[in-house]
Nanobody, 128 residues
Framework: QVQLEESGGGLVQAGDSLRLSCATAGGTPSRLHMGWWRQGPGSARQFVAA????????WYSPSLKGRVTISRDGSKNSAYLQIHSLRPEDTAVYYC?????????????????????WGQGTQVTVSS
């Protein structure tokens, strides 16, 4: 069983940058694709970014590409999401998710069904 725990959220000002962390336990890092999602008030869960088990590939939401960077450190069993130039509309609960390595992941990384494990989320609030 894989367990995920996000951290790094909080209240920030518009224009700030923030790095979210996701600590994983119970899985082999190279055998897990990792993803970040977010859910704003009254909105559906939205894909933000994903990274392959070997870090060889990354995927980004077109609407956020250029402002976010996903990375991971296998030695620390952690994944990260750096968000730049934060805007009030970035206010959301940010979730970390993990998917066992599958050959077809690149075809549906942007769907919640691609992920087997989810963290509890960390709140990010951006004030104007």
């Amino acid at each position: 069983q894989v367990q995920l725990e996000e951290s790094g959220g909080g209240l920030v000002q518009a224009g700030d940058s923030l790095r979210l962390s996701c600590a994983t336990a119970g899985g082999t890092p190279s055998r897990l694709h990792m993803g970040w999602w977010r859910q704003g008030p009254g909105s559906a869960r939205q894909f933000v970014a994903a990274i392959s088990g070997t870090s060889s590939r990354t995927w980004y939401s077109p609407s956020l590409k250029g402002r976010v960077t996903i990375s991971r450190d296998g030695s620390k069993n952690s994944a990260y999401l750096q968000i730049h130039s934060l805007r009030p509309e970035d206010t959301a609960v940010y979730y970390c998710a993990a998917a066992p390595v599958r050959s077809d992941f690149s075809g549906y990384y942007y769907t919640t069904n691609a992920y087997d494990y989810w963290g509890q989320g960390t709140q990010v609030t951006v004030s104007s």
